[in-house]
């Protein structure tokens, strides 16, 4: 498999002068988080809200600039692209957002606002763009002859339709999907889930899957991250993250996953005690050492963060390090 995506250290803090927090403090908002995303493959990106998932897409679109750490498409250094060449970037990196009612103008109807990059990029497909337009409505399932209605016309799954064919308008190698079907009825979510899975099938585009839905990052993306107060706590195969979890933190957030039994032995229920650290002033060394439920077990001089490799990942875990 080609890798098409390498992530290395990727940091965002953000600073803050005024309101609750003394002056110069910076809020730790992703914190050297390292992933890669081969060609035609999906990432999913998953955690508690306020992790740092949706920076972390925005970093990768450049709609925020990192702090520090790398990000290269096929090798090449994105951090520091500008004017045309990251406009060339944007021609194959593409983003569809958490909420298809704001990511849509109301005053746009549905037609000019997927015919938005190809006029901003300057691109005049063969037959025209109107012609073009249309034929990426038919492909996300939306009638072409709605090109003239407006967004308030559609319901929340066909907004994101549109949100899909307006991302897929330049044929770009790699899409950013921030929480993409949270705003949908499960039955929406299965279908627009089962459209991405048809795209990639047909053109070969690869995702980074931002969610906070286990049950829907399990059944679309082929490998997982999991996230923690800004940075990442396991990543690996989906199946081997899922089955036979390593971090402290992914089994707890995994036993929460509601089951469809009634009947079913929720003993296993790992319910993780204390609050949630300040991003402000996160615990040094391993970030999740305040409520980790093996704490206990942890000596505080050797606390610090520890990346090991397992078997297709790594684990982020002093206890594993040092053998649980």
Known sequence: MTQLLEVTDLTKHFPVRSGAFRSGVGVK???????????????????????GKSTTGRMLMRLLQPTSGSIRLDGREISELRRSDLQEYRRQVQMVFQNP?????????????????????????RGGVKAAVRDLMDRVGLRPDHYNRFPHEFSGGQKQRVGIARALALN?????????????????????????????????????????????????????AVMYLGRIMEHGETREVFDTPRHPY??????????????????????????????????????????????PR???ERAALCADSVPG???????????M
């Open 313 to 323: 990942g790594t684990i982020a875990c002093h206890h594993h390090t040092t053998g």
């Open 172 to 224: 770009p190698r790699l899409i950013i999907c921030d929480e993409p079907v949270s705003a949908l009825d499960v039955s929406v979510q299965a279908q627009v889930i089962n459209l991405l899975e048809d795209i990639q099938r047909d053109t070969g585009v690869a995702y980074v899957f931002i969610a906070h839905d286990l049950s829907v990052v399990k059944h679309f993306a082929h490998r997982v």
């Open 250 to 295: 992914t089994q707890a957030l995994l036993s929460a996953v509601p089951k469809a039994d009634p009947a079913a032995d929720r003993s296993g229920r790992i319910r993780l005690t204390g609050d949630l650290p300040s991003p402000t002033d996160p615990p040094s060394g391993c970030v999740f050492r305040s409520r980790c439920q093996l704490r």
């Open 101 to 125: 009612s704001s990511s849509l103008n109301p005053r746009q109807s549905v037609g000019s606002a997927i015919a938005a990059p190809l006029l901003a990029q300057r691109i005049t497909p």
């Open 298 to 300: 942890l000596d505080p």
């Open 29 to 51: 908002a992703v914190d050297r988080v390292s992933f890669s995303v081969d060609a035609g493959q999906t990432l999913g990106l998953v955690g508690e809200s306020g992790c």
